[in-house]
């Protein structure tokens, strides 16, 4: 029987490039604002708000897993949503797409330069700040989850070799393309006993 997955945020770039590879593997179920953003519907489709936390938990109601593509902002206040749905619909398995750069595990001489650019990530006004309040909500929640932090998102078209980085890790890997993130996302969809309660870094060698 395939994996039923929730999938929010559905019509973002990566989103979609995983829905067209977990097509006819898993039974997918796409939750967005803008289902015009769909440019080839593979599954059932709801047009919600997170923010509704009934909506939402009744989206949620019997998927095995729910893929997080939401954002960029206001991650905090999405994540608080998340899981109060997760929690009342009794779904476990959540993956979380998150950024690199909230938990300065840049090389240090580029830490400056990224957070003039996005903030610092122990301020929670700020771009990194809110991703980073929001990856601390998910891994202290009673769920089991996967953060995924890609590097820079550059729009290549081959799926490239991945580096993973761990919580506490230097970054040590190079841009990632969009396409080679939803493989990964969509492989960890397909074996997701892989990365329980880890916060992971991915880039390109």
Do not use: C
């Not at 929010?8 to 604002?33: M, P, S």
């Not at 519907?41 to 919600?48: C, M, Q, S, Y």
């Not at 400056?112 to 309040?133: K, L, M, N, Q």
């Not at 890790?169 to 990632?176: A, E, K, L, R």
Request: aromatic share 6%.
């Amino acid at each position: 029987m395939m994996k039923k997955v929730l999938i929010l945020g559905a019509g973002g770039q990566i989103a979609q490039f995983a829905e067209a590879e977990l097509a006819g593997k898993a039974d997918l179920t796409l939750f967005l604002r803008h289902p015009e953003k769909l440019s080839q519907p593979v599954g059932t489709v709801i047009t919600g708000d997170v923010f509704d936390t009934d909506q939402l938990a009744a989206a949620m109601k019997g998927q095995d897993i729910v893929y997080s593509n939401l954002g960029p902002q206001p991650m905090a206040k999405m994540a608080k949503a998340v899981i109060a749905a997760a929690e009342k619909a009794g779904v476990q398995r959540l993956i979380w797409v998150a950024t690199v750069g909230i938990y300065r595990e840049e090389p240090a001489d580029h830490v400056a330069e990224v957070e003039a650019i996005y903030g610092a990530a122990d301020d929670p006004t700020s771009y990194f700040g809110d991703e980073r309040v929001g990856a601390d909500l998910i891994e202290a929640s009673s769920l089991t989850s996967t953060i995924i932090r890609p590097n820079t998102l550059t729009n290549g078209t081959a799926v490239e070799e991945v580096v993973v980085n761990g919580r506490h890790d230097t970054v040590s890997g190079q841009p990632i393309a969009r396409r080679t993130v939803a493989h990964f996302i969509s492989e960890l969809v397909l074996n997701d006993d892989q990365y329980e309660n880890e916060s992971i870094a991915i880039s390109t060698k």
